[in-house]
């Protein structure tokens, strides 16, 4: 069954870098992996990815969709992870 709640995490949400230490996210749903130099996210079809040195996840709310990492943030990358939304170039279309 659908939770409404769950729904409306995964259409939104966001983040907050202050200098470039402490990141809060939003609507995430679940920690995929971490280490000090990778954390892995699920926002639904979405995963985040956030890499640096000596990363930690400081605070964590599932219920919440809440999650802040510590440490020094070099990058955030997002990864689809739904396979309709494939590219397939200017003149290729998907079957």
């Excluded at 000090?36 to 599932?62: A, W």
């Amino acid at each position: 069954m659908n939770n409404p709640q769950n729904s409306q995490r995964n259409s939104r949400h966001s983040l907050n870098l202050d200098q470039r230490s402490v990141l809060k996210i939003t609507a995430v749903e679940e920690v995929i992996s971490f280490d000090e130099t990778l954390i892995s996210l699920s926002l639904g079809e979405t995963v985040l990815n956030v890499s640096g040195d000596g990363l930690s996840i400081k605070n964590l709310s599932i219920e919440q969709g809440e999650v802040t990492v510590t440490g020094r943030v070099d990058a955030v990358v997002y990864y689809d992870d739904n396979p309709r939304r494939k590219k397939f170039g200017l003149f290729g279309r998907g079957q």
